[in-house]
T-cell receptor, first 112, second 113 residues
């Protein structure tokens, strides 16, 4: 079992839809949780990061962490064609490694 | 150019040849990471440099892979005797604040024929 599992999709939705992207993890020592967005032929860019369980909102994006279930989510409201990209979850635990562990990424297409 | 830059953007080589990939991090960033992204796979950690500390090389897949960082800035990833399974996008990232604030470069797409 990989440390971080993410459904690769692809996921195709109409413009304006609410998108839900998810990752599960097995290492309960993970403390920081991040979401990256990667456009085709580009490097990943950080969207959001959270530390504790609960929700964090930034514009149309909401990151949710449930440490008891080892489950994190990214919600995109009012999705736009410009949101079409691959979304990668990543996580890390301090006190040991400084390495981010990434999911495989979910490819999202928002159709106009 | 305030971002992380990588060169070359694309590299095609023959099996058995050596290649060097370059990363110019954001000025002042003390941490520098190399990751590899293969088709259908997530980002695979390769190596991590932090200031003057000894690098964390635990992700390098074989002794054909090595990396150095000169003067705390530019880094070079070297792959000797390339194999077809080395074909991937090699991504460099730098950070001032640690792993929660990584800025990635555009990557070098390596194809080994």
């Amino acid at each position: 079992q990989k440390e971080v599992e993410q459904d690769p999709g692809p996921l195709s939705v109409p413009e304006g839809a609410i998108v839900s992207l998810n990752c599960t993890y097995s290492n309960s020592a993970f403390q920081y949780f991040m979401w990256y967005r990667q456009y085709s032929r580009k490097g990943p860019e950080l969207l959001m990061y959270t530390y504790s369980s609960g929700n964090k909102e930034d514009g149309r994006f909401t990151a949710q962490v449930d440490k008891s279930s080892k489950y994190i989510s990214l919600f995109i409201r009012d999705s736009q064609p410009s949101d079409s990209a691959t979304y990668l979850c990543a996580m890390i635990f301090y006190g040991g490694s400084e390495k981010l562990v990434f999911g495989k990424g979910t490819k999202l297409t928002v159709n106009p | 150019g305030a971002g992380v830059s990588q060169s070359p953007s694309n590299k095609v080589t023959e099996k058995g040849k050596d290649v060097e990939l370059r990363c110019d991090p954001i000025s002042g960033h003390t941490a520098l990471y190399w990751y590899r992204q293969s088709l259908g796979q997530g980002l695979e950690f390769l190596i991590y440099f932090q200031g003057n500390s000894a690098p964390d090389k635990s992700g390098l897949p074989s002794d054909r892979f090595s990396a150095e960082r000169t003067g705390g800035s530019v880094s070079t990833l070297t792959i000797q005797r390339t194999q077809q399974e080395d074909s991937a996008v090699y991504l460099c990232a730098s950070s001032l604040t640690g792993p929660t604030g990584l800025f990635f470069g555009p990557g070098t797409r390596l194809t080994v024929l």
